[in-house]
């Protein structure tokens, strides 16, 4: 599904349709979506959702959907001892921050920007280990952009990771 995510995207095929979204319904949902996922490996899973964000919002949601799976889906992935906590705040001048953090084994500075590259992973081994073709963090990207937002991540290696999807 990637490849086919990726080759539309690549091929001018890819629109936004924007819709209403109750969001912490829409939240709500997608981290009990992955909750089997982290129960299975022992870890934790939660969702913060600041007062301040407001009910609804107008966005795409099968790739705003999309987006956050795949951050989420990456941080139970990588993540072996600890948690993942979605976190949804209000930025500045109306912006609303979605922040995937985990306690994963981070990310080191040099692979940081690479990891948003096509078919790239942090680690080499780490496509042995954990699977996946190294596109999920490329379409993400993608699908910020298409939307006017951005996605940016901040970690350290050996302190887990934080991406933040501001849109």
Do not use: C, Y
Not at 20 to 25: A, H, P, S, Y
Not at 134 to 151: K, P, S, V
């Amino acid at each position: 599904n990637d490849i086919l995510d990726f080759s539309k995207i690549e091929a001018g095929r890819f629109d936004i349709e924007p819709d209403t979204i109750k969001l912490r319904e829409f939240a709500e949902n997608l981290v009990e979506l992955m909750a089997s996922r982290a129960f299975a490996k022992g870890i934790g899973i939660a969702l913060l959702v600041s007062p301040s964000v407001p009910e609804k919002i107008m966005s795409d949601p099968l790739r705003l959907r999309q987006a956050l799976l795949n951050l989420l889906g990456n941080a139970v992935k990588f993540t072996e001892k600890g948690g993942v906590v979605l976190e949804i705040a209000v930025a500045q001048q109306g912006w609303v921050d979605f922040q995937v953090r985990d306690t994963g084994p981070g990310i080191p500075l040099r692979e940081q920007e690479r990891i948003f590259g096509e078919f790239e992973q942090a680690d080499a081994g780490s496509t042995r280990r954990h699977g996946g073709a190294g596109l999920g963090l490329a379409i993400t990207r993608r699908i910020a952009t298409a939307m006017g937002g951005t996605i940016a991540v901040t970690s350290r290696k050996g302190n887990g990771a934080a991406f933040t999807l501001r849109l």
